[in-house]
């Protein structure tokens, strides 16, 4: 992500250190990935440590330190769809894709991620790809979805 | 739009709004919270918008998208008003039907109306369905009658009515006692009285009050703050406004769960057109009051749920929570005073303002007034939102609201108050729903997350789970918890596994007291509490793993072996093509018989045996009984050899 | 600023308002255990060792003593069943990762915490944050920071910064009570050094 775009976000947030996390989550949703020059940058301009967005991007689990695939997978493991069989969704998209949660494919096509919840409790098991939610998903279902992408 | 300025412009706006609105003029609203799209929702609006024009029925006809009523099992849902007709699980291919049926010749699409599950019975209008007839929907109830994106809607069922009253008619003062006087609790979990967290903030020294609104909602299994937040963010928006009048604050945040996209859109849109209005921002309807409010976005941490850690975050740091011993209502976001509500406690305000204190006083119970919406999720026929007033049981809210378990199952547990709380065996079920009877039992009433578990749900897996998302969630700063949570799930796992060792029990009990007694903040505290109930109603599933390497649930796989009982097999041959570790051996008229060395437990074989042979059995805790010999497998049609 | 007095182990103790209850025992010379505490650093309230009862209007709870803040009547306990129970199963809990560390022996041994209570992990790090806390609020250099939650958090340098700060300093690594900070840095060390800032080995 080149540095006048990076530059155009924090202005928007008008340099506040205290927009960190916001700036952040726009640099991970345009660019799918955190890059260290991105990084640096922003602890120029926002005047907090390095070490502060070292331990931001590494707690928060929306933020990745690497590129993602072009498809981003994330299987909702929250209660309602544990309950309802969400593991043997995990392990069929597993077996599909050949990667594993917090993994990404080497043709950079999908990333696949477990996710704590994404509120569409009623229609468990969910996966949600690319942003969209899949609800009521059944190991036989997942090859349809994917073929799709 | 031009600005609003005086109470007096707002009533005259809102009367031309409802004059320009024919309450008679048919209107399809699809439900376009994120569960519906999920489920395709958006595609059904086009196609209603589609037909419509295509009827030339558009200058008759309003259709619009609303926001979620909480029945999202069931959707798309669509309500026809104003003879509020419910339709469920409508596709785009029904539209035609729908519009030629209902909208132009009156009659009713029987085949998409509501079919208990039980009794078979058709519910034709949104308040005949048993699911909503129980149900005290005073918060919730307006979703589907509102456009979130729309201003205009919220202006035409009354809002911003309470907001006016607050500023004109009231003073701070008497906004704080009539809080105080509803005897409103916290709806986040911890149920503390709103008006006294309140009137805290408004004493406490300092200039500058922040007031937020805590829409991270982290529990898994519960949605109610989505639905409010996605599908009415006005009410939430006017709530906040009223309270930062109380405290005497001039600037709030909503903090939003990222997992939400469409609830930071519809706020977000929502701030923007309150601005437009005149009802945000400076001299709000023309008083002296100025307020602002900013919308941060969380990243995926469970435990900036937590006030404090909520508050660290909006100060752009790690959300690790810092110790209550000084209240954050005295010293909180920058050390200033500040009041954080849940956003289903933001959306009560209103009503207690335009209907009065006393009035709310009357729905619920001496300590637990007004209502709570629940997330009832899980093993249970009507999944979704239930809003119901405190002290009805949980036994009416399972059966008479929920339907009770679907496929002829056994109630076992349920889970509530979300990774804090505690499961409930069947004899609690008389207990209330309110802030105290749930935690004399063990569990507790929390943020209104209800998870059914049946027969088939292992209590040590539960408690297994939910200690694995609460290490995945810890922030890591204290010992109790980093190391304590993190050695009570190794133990944990290894008990379902069939690992489990004498000792395991007490180690997990003084594991527990630590984490309870010294951790930094209520992550850590509240996280043995699955465990603890779960041993205290369910102590015989754990003596089983632990003793007998059983699992009475037939739940484990590590514990469990699936055999296909030869007097019931009748080699239909299905299990053996769809087995995917090929371990099934047998064929035409021959017994199958599974190879104990390949099975992978993926129960597969369980699942797709037909159920008028029901031959496959779960066995745990008892060896699998031999293989009878090849020669006896053969199936002679008419007689069977043995 | 006014005067508090309170009781700590039966004696009354005198303290400023404004105090925390171990500064308060520490000026009244009771000793308290803590691991993460440094007077010359805020105080962290990680390790939790600290934790004692205090009973204030007829309600005992337990607290950090480090952040609590003294208050009058306050009557504060540092030894009792529950709070030894609690500071043995932390040292247990610690020791699993840093088995050998003198410190946590020398508690272990007053609190009879057994080193192979739990399974080994040795990871060394026992988080109490004194070489992160110290390089940010002393040194303001920031060299070392936390990184990642719960049990996957990690202490790691900025090698850029690292190398050019920390050579010369190197104040942090007597605050260590474990191995781990030292190994940390040699870690770093390996793949900062040579780094493009650095054309010679700096010498000592």
Known sequence: MDKDRVDQIIDKHECEASSLIQVLLEIQSENHWLPKEALERVAERLQVPLTRIQHIATFYKAFSLVPKGRHEIHICMGTACHVRGASRVLDTVQDQTGIKPGETDLDLKFSLDTVNCLGCCALGPVMEIDGKAHGKMAPAKIADVLKKL | ?642 | MSEIIFQIDGRQVAAREGMTVLEAAQKAGISIPTLCHYEKLEPYGGCRLCTVEAEVRGWTKLVASCLYPVEKDLIVRTRSEKVDRIRKMILELLLAHAPDALELQNLAGEYGAVKDRFEKEPSFCIHCGLCVRYCAEVKKKDAIGFVDRGTRREISFIPEIASKECWNCKECFPLCPTEALQAAFVLAKAFAFPSSSLEHEPTE
């Open chain 2, 1 to 642: 739009m031009a600005r609003i300025n005086s109470s007096a412009e707002l009533e005259e706006i809102r009367k031309g709004i409802l004059s320009g609105r024919d309450p008679n003029k048919p209107c399809i609203s699809v439900c376009a919270g994120a569960g519906c799209i999920a489920s395709g929702a958006s595609e059904v609006i086009d196609a209603f918008k589609a037909e419509i024009e295509k009827q030339g029925l558009m200058a008759d006809v309003n259709t619009k998208g609303t926001g979620c009523p909480g029945f999202c099992e069931r959707g798309p849902v669509v309500v026809i008003y104003p003879e509020e007709i419910c339709y469920l699980q409508v596709k785009p291919e029904d539209v035609p039907e729908i519009v030629s049926q209902t909208i132009k010749e009156k009659k009713v699409v029987d085949r998409l109306l509501y079919v208990d599950r039980t009794t078979g019975e058709k519910a034709t209008h949104e308040s005949d369905i048993p699911f909503y007839k129980n149900q005290e929907r005073i918060i919730i109830g307006s979703n589907i009658k509102i456009d979130p994106k729309s201003i205009d809607d919220y202006l035409a069922i009354g809002g911003y009515s309470a907001l006016a009253k607050v500023l004109f008619q009231m003073t701070s003062e008497q906004v704080l006692e009539e809080v105080k006087k509803s005897n409103l609790r916290g709806r986040g979990g911890a149920g503390f009285p709103t008006g006294s967290k309140w009137e805290g903030s408004r004493n406490a020294p300092g200039e500058i009050k922040y007031v937020i609104v805590n829409a991270d909602e982290g529990d898994p299994g519960a949605f109610m703050d989505r639905a409010l937040l996605e599908g009415n963010p006005h009410s939430v928006l006017e709530g906040l406004i009223i309270g930062a009048c109380a405290v005497g604050s001039r600037e709030g945040y909503i903090y939003v769960r990222q997992e939400y996209p469409l609830a930071v859109e519809n706020v977000t849109l929502a701030i923007k057109q309150a601005e437009e209005y005149g009802l945000l921002g400076k001299n709000i309807l023309g008083s002296d009051f100025d307020f602002t409010v900013k919308v941060h976005q969380g990243a995926g941490a469970f435990v900036c749920g937590e006030s404090t850690a909520l508050m660290t975050a909006l100060e752009g740091r790690t959300g690790e929570p810092r110790p209550k011993y000084i209240r954050s209502n005295i010293k909180g976001l920058w050390d200033r005073p500040t009041v954080l509500n849940n956003v289903e406690t933001w959306s009560n305000v209103p009503l207690i303002i335009n209907k009065g204190a006393d009035w709310f006083a009357q729905i619920g119970t001496e300590r637990s007034k007004g209502t709570k919406i629940f997330s009832l999720v899980g093993k249970i026929n009507n999944t979704g939102l239930v809003e119901v007033p405190m002290g009805m049981t949980l036994r009416d809210i399972i059966y008479k609201i929920g339907g009770g378990i679907p496929r002829g199952k056994r109630f076992k547990a349920v889970q509530t108050g979300g990774p804090s709380g505690g499961c409930l065996p069947e004899d609690m079920l008389d207990l209330e729903v309110g802030f105290d009877e749930l935690k004399k039992a063990g569990s507790m009433m929390g943020s209104g997350g209800m998870i059914i578990l049946d027969e088939d749900t292992c209590m040590v897996d539960i408690a297994r789970y939910f200690l694995e998302f609460l290490t995945d969630e810890s922030c890591g700063k204290c010992v109790p918890c980093r190391e304590g949570i993190r050695q009570m799930l190794k133990i944990l796992t290894n008990i379902t596994k069939g690992k489990g060792r004498e000792g395991d029990i007490e180690l997990l009990e003084e594991l527990a007291e630590v984490a309870r007694e010294a951790a930094l903040c209520e992550l850590g505290r509240s996280a043995p509490n699955s465990f603890l109930s779960t041993l205290k109603y369910f102590r015989d599933e754990y003596e089983a793993h632990v003793l007998e390497k059983r699992c009475p649930a037939l739940s484990c796989k590590e514990l469990i072996t699936f055999y296909i009982d030869p007097d019931k097999c009748q080699a239909c041959t299905i299990c053996s093509k769809k087995c995917p570790s090929e371990a099934i051996a047998g064929g035409k008229n021959r017994i199958h018989v599974i190879d104990q060395e390949k099975c992978t437990k993926c129960g597969t074989c369980f699942e797709v045996c037909p159920p008028r042979f029901g031959a496959v059995r779960k066995i745990s805790g008892e060896p699998v009984p031999a293989s009878i010999p090849e020669e006896a497998r053969t199936i002679v049609r008419g007689s069977k050899e043995k």
